[in-house]
């Protein structure tokens, strides 16, 4: 059996070749890099029994190549075999009237499942061609209906075609609740065989408790006249003595007012269970993180703060009896730590997403931060008129840190630029700027350009900016100075 694998990813054709040939001694697989070059194939001598086609073609689309197949071998069996693979995709496929479609998937299994469908779709067209043989024999003798009777309609074809190429399982069931249909997918994911499932009851694939819910949906869905189908949730016991959980879409099937049975899609939801419940293993974790940093900011905000009033108190004493350059390094030792426990309160609070954002003023805001920012003789020029939305106290916060940094580390006659760039703001300098080897790392904790920086006042800003899902980076400003931009911010208008 000669199967003709035709693609552009010449990698990709070699091991799905090697791959189908190692999984049905059988079936030989050759290549073709073009539709052009798999049509030459087609018209030489040596027969080709399949045409496995990737959906994307150099020089022409999968249609148009199926389609030249089609004039030339209008029964030689043509299996569509993408790459990135859709629903709407094998919609297409079966339509177009393709004789199977084989979803990709992303391990050794999918090689397996497109040698059984070459090897099925090779028996069929055979099966086809001797079928033809007895209905021309059997309409030379008079009984040509009986043939046509044993062999479907197109249409039925292309709905069963279309049940096989679904991604869930499908099945059906009679009114006694035995399968009586079951697609490819189904056999897989449960592990048992097409034939030991075909007349066996769907109650023995699940759970008593499970069988009584699922009695109850089909009463539900029988007396109610506004529901066509009902979603639920199951655990389908596999062949091999495992399980794993379904969600299932069933609909009955109802003729003339009589109960026929159901039809349903089965989709393993595993892996999506898995996620879940890692989530809410880390959103518990997290919840633990957030109760003991709250705990740490109790602390920090009274336990620390106290001792350290006592200590500034005693200073003021001290410095009434005695005057000594000590105590000026102890008195800038308790500012830095009164700085420091600031700092740390802030970046505990800003942790959190911005979930509820207001427009704000950025000239505004930038005006009311500065006057609460000891600025000695520095300046601020505002050259913006946007509004954005965000959180106003955390917006505060990111530029006073801003400005308070620009005034720390450059002269006193500083000038603070805040204006607009692309999709954001920025706020500048004229000082000394940030040397480039240190701009990735301001941002990280502990990371300060001044000896008495407590290395936490851009790491706030940063964490602000993360908050409301901001783009936050240091260059250099026009006067050779810092600047900060934030981009991706949501602007609400330029102002006049």
Known sequence: MVALLVGGDGERLERTATAVERSRDEVVVETATSASEALDRLSGTQPVDCVVSESRLPGATWREFFESVRERAPD??????????????????????????????????????????IERAVADRDGRD???????????????????????????????????????????????????????RFVERTGYDRAELLGRSAKSLIGEADVQRVEGVIRDLLGDDDRDYAEFEVTVETAEAGEYPAE????????????????????????????????????????RQNDRLERFVSVVSHDLRNPLNVATARLELAREECDSDHLDRVADAHDRMEQLIADLLALSRESSRVDDPAPMDLATVARETWRTVATDAARLRVDTNRQVLGDGRRMRQAFENLFRNAVEHSPSEVTVTVGDCRDGFYVADDGPGIPPEDRERVFEPGASTAEDGTGLGLLIVSEIAEAHDWDVAVTESDAGGARVEFTGVNVVTDGE
């Open 76 to 117: 030689l069996p043509f299996v569509l075999f993408p790459a990135d693979g859709s629903a709407d995709l094998a919609t297409d496929a079966v339509n177009a009237g393709a004789t199977d479609y084989v979803h990709p998937g992303s391990g050794s299994d999918q090689y397996v499942v497109l040698a059984d469908r």
């Open 130 to 184: 001797r079928a033809s043989d007895v209905a021309g024999s059997a309409d030379s003798e008079g009984s040509g209906s009986d043939v046509a009777e044993r062999n479907p309609p197109r249409d039925c074809e292309r709905y069963e075609r279309l049940v096989q190429l679904a991604g869930d399982g499908a099945y059906a069931t009679d009114a006694d609740g035995q399968y009586v249909m079951v697609n490819d």
């Open 248 to 287: 299932v879409r069933m609909a009955p099937l109802v003729v003339d007012g009589d109960f026929r049975g159901t039809v349903g899609l089965s989709r393993d939801i595993a892996e999506r269970k898995r996620r879940e419940r890692e989530l809410r293993e880390r959103t518990q974790a997290l919840d």
